[in-house]
């Protein structure tokens, strides 16, 4: 089995910062790619940030220049550094993992974090 635990959300305000940390542990061979999702009241999930396991980084249009992806990998941990946060980032953020097992490259999700902002 495989935990995917996230951390690091929170209230802040438009033009604040926050960080989140997303931390993989359980039984797997390797971990593939890593990535954040999130999901705003009434929108589908959408992808914001993902991360390969050379070090390959993609992000979505609304986030570039912002949000910074990042990953240590003797952690098996994921951050997401999130700067100048606007309103329209509110939303659950989801950790994305896709490992290796013994069965197969799997995904596996976080529980999710909330993220707001506002004044």
């Known amino acids: 089995q495989v935990q995917v635990v996230e951390s690091g959300g929170g209230l802040v305000q438009p033009g604040g910062s926050l960080t989140l940390s997303c931390a993989a542990s359980g039984s797997f061979f390797s971990i593939n790619a890593m990535g954040w999702y999130r999901q705003a009241p009434g929108k589908q999930r959408e992808l914001v940030a993902a991360?390969?396991?050379?070090?390959?980084?993609n992000y979505a249009d609304s986030v570039k220049d912002r949000f910074t992806i990042s990953r240590d990998y003797a952690k098996n941990t994921v951050y997401l550094q999130m700067n100048s946060l606007k309103p329209e980032d509110t939303a659950v953020y989801y950790c994305n993992c896709n490992v290796r097992t013994g069965a197969g490259r799997m995904n596996y999700w976080g529980q999710g974090t909330q993220v707001t902002v506002s004044s």
């Open positions: 991360i390969s396991s050379g070090g390959s980084t």
